[in-house]
């Protein structure tokens, strides 16, 4: 659901810019820069804090975060508000820094390299997917909302498929894992 929800939005991002809050395509780009660049700043500082109180809950709190900020978000009216809610949205974003992290911690040791991969095929399945999905929903709030006013929909889709996320990682329990030597 994380990559359903993020890989749907992501293409979402300068059409929305530029049909919702009005600004040019290059301006567009200060959207994603944001995002990124807070994303950058607290990747490190979000993983020590997971090493310290666990993955779980840093990406539990911070999926939980990212949904919300994009289901408020996804209301922003100009530029100013729209790189605001991107920088707090790449912030949440690297909480999600841990997941091969945790994966690995799920599966037993002499199997980690065919699970990283198993998992690597699904994300980049989901990705794709999330955006189909993303563009259908668009496609349908067209119709009752108007085109432009329709792209506030997957970011709304991708807030929601994100809290979706956080509550199924609450039933993850890495620490029940028991390595196989």
Do not use: C
């Given at each position: 659901?994380?990559?359903?929800?993020t890989?749907?939005?992501?293409?979402?991002?300068?059409?929305?810019?530029?049909?919702?809050?009005?600004?040019?395509?290059?301006?567009?780009?200060?959207l994603?820069?944001?995002?990124?660049?807070?994303?950058?700043?607290?990747?490190?500082?979000l993983?020590?804090?997971?090493?310290?109180?666990?993955?779980?809950?840093?990406?539990?709190?911070?999926?939980?975060?990212?949904g919300?900020?994009?289901?408020?978000?996804?209301?922003?009216?100009?530029?100013?508000?729209?790189?605001?809610?991107?920088?707090?949205?790449?912030?949440?974003n690297?909480?999600?820094?841990?997941?091969?992290?945790?994966?690995?911690?799920?599966?037993?040791?002499?199997?980690?390299?065919?699970?990283?991969?198993?998992?690597?095929?699904?994300?980049?399945?989901?990705?794709?997917?999330?955006?189909?999905?993303?563009?259908?929903?668009?496609?349908?709030?067209?119709?009752?909302?108007?085109?432009?006013?329709?792209?506030?929909?997957?970011?709304?889709?991708?807030?929601?498929?994100?809290?979706?996320?956080?509550?199924?990682?609450?039933?993850?329990?890495?620490?029940?894992?028991?390595?196989?030597?």
């Amino acid at each position: 659901f994380f990559w359903l929800g993020t890989g749907g939005v992501i293409p979402f991002i300068t059409p929305f810019a530029v049909s919702v809050l009005g600004v040019t395509e290059s301006e567009s780009f200060i959207l994603v820069l944001a995002a990124t660049g807070v994303h950058a700043l607290l990747a490190v500082p979000l993983g020590l804090l997971a090493d310290r109180f666990s993955k779980k809950r840093v990406m539990t709190l911070g999926l939980f975060a990212f949904g919300t900020i994009a289901i408020v978000g996804s209301q922003a009216q100009n530029l100013l508000q729209g790189t605001i809610v991107m920088a707090l949205a790449g912030g949440a974003n690297a909480a999600m820094a841990m997941v091969n992290p945790m994966l690995i911690d799920l599966v037993p040791r002499k199997r980690t390299a065919e699970f990283v991969g198993l998992v690597s095929s699904v994300f980049s399945f989901a990705q794709p997917l999330g955006s189909v999905l993303a563009g259908l929903v668009a496609g349908l709030a067209a119709i009752f909302v108007g085109g432009p006013e329709s792209y506030r929909w997957t970011f709304i889709t991708a807030g929601i498929m994100l809290i979706i996320a956080a509550i199924l990682r609450r039933n993850v329990h890495p620490e029940r894992v028991v390595d196989e030597e």
